[in-house]
């Protein structure tokens, strides 16, 4: 009687081993919300504890639930229309909004790629959620702000614009444009010895006739206000 040994390399399997192990450790350690979703059905497969903590659940709540169970009754037709787009372009980023377990919402930037197996078949989606909260706060707070200087601006009863060293105006308030008989928007760009009469524009040019024949060279100066 005799003893057989057969000896089989597992270098290959233990190095795959470590590092399905290393980005594991990755996925659940790393601060950006990430999850993953099964195509076939539209639930998640994994997420990470940063994407389940954001939205109020634990990660063994979320896993095997739908993806549309983070969006609103409203939305979830517009997300499952979203579903062939991202598997057809295989990397798709869009805006929408979360809702939390407690009901709360809150803008998030999505971010997804498909994974395909060797027969080019759509594995899995990959997706990275960017919470925009602060980003939405910030352009809100510019959108009021730009709205009260604005207010300002064409509160006053004189004529008050501001061009750039090209004499390009920049901004314009109402009354500089109802003396010229323009709107601001046409005045916008346009350079202000354009816009202005042809005598005043000369007098504030300093150059009175010569105007015409050297406006290159008086663009390039830089203007006074008027």
């Not at 980023?93 to 803008?107: A, I, N, Q, W």
């Not at 910030?138 to 604005?150: G, K, N, V, W």
């Not at 500089?176 to 354009?194: C, K, P, Q, S, W």
């Not at 100066?221 to 008027?226: S, V």
Request: glycine share 4%; net charge negative.
């Amino acid at each position: 009687r005799g003893v057989y040994v057969t000896f089989r390399d597992i270098t290959d399997r233990r190095r795959a081993e470590e590092q399905a192990q290393r980005w594991q450790h990755v996925f659940d350690q790393t601060e950006l919300a990430l999850a993953i979703a099964d195509p076939r059905d539209n639930t998640f497969i994994a997420v990470n504890p940063t994407f389940a903590t954001q939205r109020g659940y634990t990660v063994e709540e979320l896993v095997g639930k739908p993806v549309d169970t983070l969006y609103s009754s409203e939305q979830q037709q517009e997300v499952r229309r979203r579903f062939p787009l991202i598997d057809h372009a295989g990397h798709y980023t869009f805006e929408s909004v979360h809702v939390r377990k407690d009901g709360t919402t809150f803008p998030v930037l999505m971010e997804v790629t498909t994974v395909h197996d060797a027969r080019g078949e759509v594995q899995s989606r990959v997706a990275y959620a960017l919470d925009i909260t602060d980003r939405r706060r910030d352009e809100e707070a510019l959108r009021e702000s730009e709205h009260a200087l604005r207010s300002l601006f064409d509160a006053i009863p004189e004529s008050v614009f501001l061009m750039d060293t090209d004499g390009l105006i920049l901004a314009a308030n109402e009354t500089f444009a109802v003396r010229l008989g323009r709107t601001v928007e046409e005045l916008i760009g346009t350079n202000v010895y354009d816009a202005l009469p042809a005598d005043t524009a000369a007098r504030s040019d300093g150059r009175g006739s010569d105007r015409h024949s050297s406006k290159v060279e008086r663009r390039r100066r830089t203007p006074r206000t008027c």
